[in-house]
């Protein structure tokens, strides 16, 4: 039995949305290394920017696939269902010594419903999280931005892997988005923070690979452990959690008879037979 396509198929309006959010967001990340200056001031009054167009990216994906036909309503019902999950167990786990299993559930829910859906179930369910712990902040477009990136490489990874390789791939891919993440939350932040004089300031004008050092030394000596304890429990719990989330997830997708991918063949009456299947 093969699986659905996925929930937010990639027709080409919605990959080009895709795109643009990610190259917004790649510059939101970089840009005082790209022009050598900046202010917290500057970074705060930033936020709310960045944030609205974070936000817009989500939407435009969300609104070109459901112009494009490619989503429907089942497929945002489960979108709510997994970022509400999502939201709710990351006040749980949070901060503690790095352990943050929201992102298990983003990396899983990529995986089995696709890149588009990964990147709105990113986005999507730190910005739910946030609404209920009053986590609102210039920080909260960048976990945003994070997350989404999160999502959408895991349902950007080979559709064919199953079994142990699968729980394999997936655990590594975890933890090294952990880490990641890490890095690129440090990278939001750190050019703001130090202020001038210090061997782990950013320093504005100086050459690229001199900060990008200085970047270095500042993660290790700040948050290598955070980073590594998070990129090792995302990992394990792929490998404790990972297979049966799958199945049930892959079980629900193919009950809800999502549309497949743009040019892959087959179509809704696919959902039918899945349906007398599980009869039979």
Not at 82 to 108: K, T
Not at 117 to 135: H, N, P, Q, R, V
Not at 232 to 237: D, F, H, S, Y
Request: proline share 5%; glycine share 16%.
């Amino acid at each position: 039995m093969r699986d659905s396509g996925p929930a937010v198929p990639l027709g080409a309006h919605t990959t080009l949305a895709l795109v643009l959010a990610t190259g917004v967001g790649i510059l939101a990340f970089t840009w005082p290394l790209l022009v050598g200056r900046g202010s917290l001031l500057d970074h705060n009054a930033s936020a709310p920017v960045l944030l609205g167009v974070v936000l817009l990216g989500v939407l435009s994906v969300v609104l070109i696939a459901l112009g494009e036909g490619g989503i429907d309503a089942k497929a945002i019902a489960m979108l709510g269902l997994l970022a509400s999950v999502g939201a709710v167990l990351r006040p749980l786990s949070a901060g503690s010594a790095g352990i943050e299993l929201v992102f298990l559930f983003i990396v899983l829910g990529g995986r089995v419903f696709g890149a588009g859906f990964g990147f709105a179930l990113g986005s999507i369910t730190l910005f739910a999280s946030a609404l209920l712990t009053g986590g609102l902040g210039p920080w909260l477009p960048f976990q945003m931005l994070a997350a989404s990136w999160i999502g959408m490489g895991a349902g950007l990874l080979p559709r064919r892997m199953r079994g142990r390789l699968e729980l394999a791939v997936l655990a590594g891919y975890a933890a090294v988005c952990g880490f990641l993440y890490g890095q690129a939350m440090n990278l939001s932040f750190w050019p703001f923070t130090l202020g001038p004089g210090t061997a782990l300031s950013f320093y504005p004008g100086a050459p690229l690979g001199e900060n990008l050092q200085r970047f270095a030394v500042f993660s290790i000596t700040t948050s290598l452990g955070w980073d590594l304890m998070r990129a090792g429990v995302l990992a394990v719990g792929v490998v404790i959690l990972g297979r049966r989330t799958l199945d049930a997830l892959r079980r629900t997708a193919r009950l809800a008879a999502f549309s497949p991918a743009p040019g892959a063949g087959g179509n809704r009456d696919d959902g039918a037979r899945v349906r007398d299947d599980t009869r039979s």
